[in-house]
T-cell receptor
Framework: EAEVAQSPRYKITEKSQAVAFWCDPI?????LYWYRQILGQGPELLVQ????????DSQLPKDRFSAERLKGVDSTLKIQPAELGDSAMYLC??????????????FGPGTRLLVL | GQQVMQIPQYQHVQEGEDFTTYCNSS?????IQWYKQRPGGHPVFLIQ?????EVKKQKRLTFQFGEAKKNSSLHITATQTTDVGTYFC???????????FGRGTSLIVHP
């Protein structure tokens, strides 16, 4: 069964350092999402891509976060500089078209970030 | 903005007891989705409800969507230790494709 791939699975960094996370969605899925999940809370959408274009990044802290999906396939989420409050699980998800109401999102295993 | 509330936050049950979690939205939803996240894992899609008053069953799980499409519930009959995890509801407000997730209900099943 096809899965969303993410790496690394775990990342420990010091504050003010730069970190980057990678996601490879299910093959053929046009839409890719990045979520942040703080311990004890539900996933919060950071950015949504439709192919290579950003559809929604209203919740992305653009002063330190950036995301790209240059060829409309895999994607990178970067944080520079990292802050203590960025410690969380970063989840990537994909869906087939992203334009169907309630379309199922398939989540990757996530990258757990700890900022010291 | 839209808020999705889930109660309870935690629920401890003895194996074999029933469990229910409730989801309430501040706005009308296009649909409601339910996900399960095992400890240390990632959210996994369970089901989607679209129609007002819809009820769907998956073995011991029963999902309901309210008549006003602003609330939903998940009921598990005769819980098992494999049911342990956090159950999230997620719903896009009308006209949106992006679901807003609730904070989840963590189910702990004691053998």
């Amino acid at each position: 069964e096809a899965e969303v791939a993410q790496s690394p699975r775990y990342k420990i960094t010091e504050k003010s350092q730069a970190v980057a996370f990678w996601c490879d969605p299910i093959s053929g899925h046009a839409t890719l999402y990045w979520y942040r999940q703080i311990l004890g809370q539900g996933p919060e959408l950071l950015v949504q891509f439709q192919d290579e274009s950003v559809v929604d990044d209203s919740q992305l802290p653009k002063d330190r976060f950036s995301a790209e999906r240059l060829k409309g396939v895999d994607s990178t989420l970067k944080i520079q500089p990292a802050e203590l409050g960025d410690s969380a699980m970063y989840l990537c998800a994909s869906s087939l078209t992203g334009t169907g109401v309630g379309e199922t999102q398939y989540f990757g295993p996530g990258t757990r970030l700890l900022v010291l | 903005g839209q808020q999705v509330m889930q109660i309870p936050q935690y629920q401890h049950v003895q194996e074999g007891e029933d469990f229910t979690t409730y989801c309430n939205s501040s706005t009308t939803l296009s649909n409601i989705q339910w996900y399960k996240q095992r400890p240390g894992g990632h959210p996994v899609f369970l089901i989607q409800l679209v129609k007002s008053g819809e009820v769907k069953k998956q073995k011991r799980l029963t999902f309901q969507f309210g008549e006003a499409k602003k609330n939903s519930s998940l009921h598990i009959t005769a819980t098992q230790t494999t049911d342990v995890g956090t159950y999230f509801c997620a719903g896009p407000p009308g006209g949106s494709y992006i679901p807003t997730f609730g904070r989840g209900t963590s189910l702990i099943v004691h053998p």
